[in-house]
């Protein structure tokens, strides 16, 4: 069952790619939820999926804190380095952004940090994103068909979304205790794979118990008391926001740059062709919360050396840092291994990317596939 399928209402931001799916969050982590639970009307797991199916949000802007306790080397930042992705930079620490909802073709989105803000921008076809600290914009304009699904998970709605698509008979759905989030009244919604091999515990979903939108979202990792990632609004206001709040005005002196289908971004205002011969071959092992996903890269994936050109530099950056992953090796072949408290990921020497939120032993198996 996937109740979230199909709901573009619930899916904010523009798309934008990252290297990891799923991004931290939450400073002041104490203000998401103080005094007494909340005393509100018993209400199902069914219930509050349906609540869920039939919610209707016309607008929405406020603050979100996110934390992540991946239990990672500092791989992210220099990951997001080397592909000129400082959103890349989301999959660690702690962040606050500011978002804005307008409906289905209007989002925005702001990274704020001491030295600057990126703002990450929908408005109809046009996207635009903009960092202040270098004065750079980059401007696309949408095909007519593009879906409105964001692939980056920025809030507790867009992180409940792949939560829930992933309901099916391997997990197990309750019903956890009332919770008030930014000042709101939530109910909460707790799923728990039933496959040991899952490196996920639980996510619990704190829903709005009035406009049924998740306020928070925490994944707790298998043995773990705290959660390793949390999405939560501390401030939100369901009205609509003004319409100036999606409209980009390039400040004096930004240097914009246009970029067209079939390409993308990269480091230092360059860009670069994704042209379907260099398109990895991915497929996937396995379902739900357990599925597995292998990517044939190339022998670069490893540290065994990168390909000369323009940004070798950065490929080298990028191939010295998994160079320093610990060995691993079995009847599979050998190659390095990247473990965090929530997923894993297998780099083999024969150019294999084997990933999933899964233990080690779980891709070991499907390297041998």
């Known amino acids: 069952m996937s109740v979230m399928k199909n709901r573009a209402v619930l899916r904010w931001l523009v ?7 799923v991004i931290g969050g939450g400073a ?32 929405l802007s ?14 992210a930042a220099l990951a997001g380095q080397a592909t000129g992705n400082n959103l890349a930079g989301l999959v660690s620490g702690t962040h606050t952004l500011r978002v804005w909802y307008g409906g289905e073709d209007r989002q925005r989105l702001a990274l704020v940090d001491t030295l600057g803000e990126q703002d990450i921008l929908r408005n109809g076809r046009d996207v635009w994103t903009w960092n202040s600290r270098e004065n750079t914009a980059t401007h696309r304009l949408l095909p007519a068909d593009a879906p409105d699904r964001a692939t980056v998970p920025a809030t507790p709605a867009d992180a409940a979304d792949r939560a829930l698509e992933a309901i099916d008979p391997t997990t197990a759905v309750t019903v956890g205790r009332t919770a008030t989030v930014a ?10 794979p039933r496959d040991k091999a899952s490196l996920v515990h639980q996510v619990r979903i704190a829903l709005d118990a009035k406009e049924h939108v998740p306020l928070r979202l925490q994944v707790l990792a298998d043995g ?7 999405v939560a609004f501390t401030q939100v206001d369901f009205r609509t926001p003004e319409a100036d709040q999606f409209r980009f005005n390039p400040p004096p002196g930004v240097k914009v740059t246009e970029v067209t289908e079939g390409e993308r971004p990269g480091p ?11 398109k990895p071959d991915v497929r996937t092992v396995g379902t739900g919360w357990t599925t597995v996903v292998v990517a044939k890269i190339g ?9 000369p050109g323009a940004d070798a530099p950065d490929a080298q950056m990028l191939a010295g840092v998994l160079g320093d992953l610990p060995k691993v090796s079995g009847d599979w072949g050998s190659g390095r ?7 894993s990921v297998l780099l083999t020497d024969d150019g294999r990317v084997i990933a999933g939120l899964v233990t080690p032993e779980r891709l070991y198996e499907a390297a041998k596939g």
């Open 15 to 21: 798309p934008v790619t990252a290297g990891v799916a």
């Open 28 to 59: 002041a982590v104490g203000t998401f939820a103080a005094g007494a639970d909340p005393a509100l009307p018993p209400r199902s797991a069914a219930q509050l999926l349906e609540d869920l199916r039939t919610s209707r949000l016309d607008g």
């Open 62 to 75: 406020g603050t979100v804190v996110q934390r992540a306790d991946l239990g990672l080397p500092p791989i």
């Open 183 to 192: 000042g709101r009244d939530a109910y909460e919604l707790v799923l728990t």
């Open 224 to 230: 773990q008391d705290e959660p390793a990632f949390q």
């Open 268 to 278: 230092a205002g360059k860009r670069f062709e994704k042209k379907d011969a260099e």
């Open 299 to 307: 022998d670069a994936a490893t540290g065994g050396g990168a390909k």
């Open 337 to 343: 291994l990247l473990s965090g408290k929530l997923f």
